[in-house]
């Protein structure tokens, strides 16, 4: 693996009197994207947010850049690690090319408006996310799609070095899910950043990322290289759910197909639920 950019050791972490892992050690790699898959309520997200400092250790440290979390600065922090949650909120009345315009906060002087910088990269982010045609638009005028994508343009124009996106993709069609996958892919190969991203749809992952951590109850299941990680029996252990694992006709990723006609007569699976059926979608 290359080099670690951030490290979670021994981190113990959850909500009020629930646990969700205890003793979770995991490692980032610099530069590539980093893809956390799993069944609903596994812990994606708590991950991002402890990695960032939004959500506390109980125990444990996260180190980032070879220096602990605590010990960085806010304004340090937000200038180094940019991320976009699942449920961002924004006043309606609130203008695209605003929004974009937050992102540049961390970078500005106290009382300080714009600079040419600034304005520079909020161009840039409109470009790479195609809303320069939405720029000055509410966003309540936006669908869910584009709104999407100009929160992920206020992530842009942050110009941090490591990006957090939880479900970038949520109320994106097929192909500007793409769209902004490939976006992600083009961030870390030419831009040199270190990309971690909350994926539930394996295929989309295996598209993105460098890396997949698989995890279940409270665990690691399976980290590593894509084509490492993707098996079937992996994939079975973690979703509880039969699949095959195919070649792509276009590249040599992994194709995820689950085996719906299995479902329910394989051994450990006569009571599979719903939500566990949808963990590959």
């Known amino acids: 693996m290359p080099e670690p950019l951030i490290t979670i050791d021994a981190g113990i972490m959850g909500y009020r009197d629930m646990t ?21 309520g596994c812990g994606k997200s708590t991950v991002l947010k402890a990695m960032r400092g939004i959500q506390p250790l109980s125990a444990g440290e996260v180190i980032l850049d070879a220096m602990p979390l605590g010990q960085w600065s806010a304004k340090g922090l937000a200038r180094t690690v940019a991320m976009l949650g699942q449920t961002p909120t924004a006043p309606e009345e609130m203008r695209v090319r605003d929004l974009v315009a937050l992102g540049r906060y961390a970078h500005r002087k106290p009382f300080a408006g714009l600079d040419i910088g600034d304005h520079t990269a909020i161009d840039t982010a409109l470009r790479a996310t195609t809303m320069v045609a939405l720029a000055e638009t509410p966003l309540a005028n936006l669908s869910g799609g584009q709104a999407q994508r100009a929160w992920l343009a206020m992530v842009l124009a942050q110009q941090s070095p490591v990006i957090f996106l939880d479900e970038p993709t949520n109320h994106l069609d097929i192909s500007h899910a793409l769209s902004t996958l490939s976006l992600v892919r083009q961030m870390a190969r030419n831009g040199g950043k270190t990309v971690v991203i909350v994926l539930h749809d394996l295929n ?9 951590v698989l995890f279940k109850s409270g665990q690691v299941a399976a980290e590593g290289p894509v084509k490492e990680v993707l098996t079937s029996q992996n994939i079975e252990t973690v979703f509880d759910i039969p699949c095959a694992v195919m070649t792509r006709p276009d590249s040599n990723l992994p194709l995820v197909v689950p085996l719906l006609g299995r479902i329910g007569k394989s051994e450990g699976n006569t009571n599979l639920s719903a939500q566990k059926a949808d963990a590959l979608e």
């Not at 050690?25 to 893809?35: D, R, Y």
């Not at 989309?204 to 997949?212: C, E, G, L, W």
């Open 20 to 40: 969700v892992f205890n003793g979770l050690t995991l490692s980032i790699p610099k530069g590539e994207v980093t893809a956390l898959c799993g069944p609903n």
């Open 204 to 212: 989309m992952a295996a598209t993105v990322a460098d890396r997949i």
